[in-house]
């Protein structure tokens, strides 16, 4: 992340590039930004967060949140978008928790795509944030780039920036994934599809494809089929009260279920 520079912005110039990269990076028309310029200056201008990440004076990434319940803990952090090459992502989530602790809050929430194996990765491995939640068909509709009409469901991430596992990770190295003994998969890719598997045991593995992106384009009936899939294997273990611990070998989330009676 050397080389990067990462600052609030305010100013209408600097909220209309961030406009510009968003447009950009989801494949959207003029307007089809997820945030506009009018949104972002009422945000900033009512002391939420809006801030760019620069690469020799080149804006390379941006994200945008705002103060949510419970009052005075939490942030949601609503969009965030990056070029490749810079770790911007990186910089601007790791400003992004400087910048909470600061205002005395305790938590960063947001969501994803939990079929995105980048992203799963990114928040598990490199944050040390935990989806809590599966939320279906979060955003409706949304034929962009990035989304290509699939169902918009999401994965609740908390970040808790005070856990010492949040500590370790936003100061230098990604964090160790332990595999229970025992775990069994629970969804696996064969052939590029999802297999189901057993869901009763203690400790799970929930894999994803490796680029549900490039499947929507190429395959969407398997792209439907792991929506579903993940729909039903995650999103049931969550709603069960299992608890995610982390995403291994860039693969697979790591799922323990409480079998206390």
């Known amino acids: 992340m050397s080389g990067l520079t990462v600052r609030e912005l305010h100013d209408l110039p600097d909220l209309e590039a961030v406009d510009s990269l968003f447009s950009r990076i989801w494949g959207a028309g003029p307007g089809g930004s997820p945030m506009g310029v009018e949104q972002m200056r009422a945000l900033s201008h009512a002391g939420n ?3 760019g990440a620069y690469a020799d004076g080149r804006l390379v990434g941006a994200t945008v ?3 949510a319940a419970p009052v005075g803990q939490a942030l949601h952090s609503h969009v965030t978008g990056a070029l490749p090459g810079h770790a911007a992502g990186l910089a601007l989530k790791r ?3 400087a910048w909470a602790l600061d205002r005395g809050l305790s938590r960063i ?3 994803y795509d939990p079929l995105v194996r980048r992203n799963a990765h990114f928040n598990l491995t490199k944050l040390g944030a935990r989806p809590v939640e599966y939320l279906t068909g979060f955003y409706g509709p949304m034929d962009d780039a990035i989304n290509g009409g699939d169902d918009t469901d999401r994965a609740l991430c908390s970040w808790e920036l005070s856990d010492p596992a949040v500590v370790a990770a936003a100061a230098s190295a990604p964090l160790p994934v332990t595999v229970p003994d025992g775990a069994v998969t629970a969804l696996a890719a064969r052939d590029g599809l999802p297999v189901t598997g057993r869901l009763d045991a203690p400790a ?5 494809p490796p680029d549900i992106e490039a499947l929507r384009r190429t395959d969407p009936g398997a792209a439907k089929a792991w929506r579903l899939a993940l729909r039903e294997v995650l999103g049931g273990l969550l709603a ?3 608890t995610v611990t982390g995403f291994d070998d860039r ?3 790591v ?3 409480d079998t206390t009676p």
């Open 65 to 67: 949140a705002f103060f």
């Open 255 to 257: 799922v323990v279920r």
């Open 240 to 242: 069960t009260g299992a």
């Open 49 to 51: 967060y809006v801030a």
């Open 204 to 208: 799970l593995l929930v894999e994803v």
């Open 109 to 111: 929430t947001w969501t």
């Open 95 to 97: 400003h992004q928790r």
């Open 251 to 253: 693969t697979s989330y």
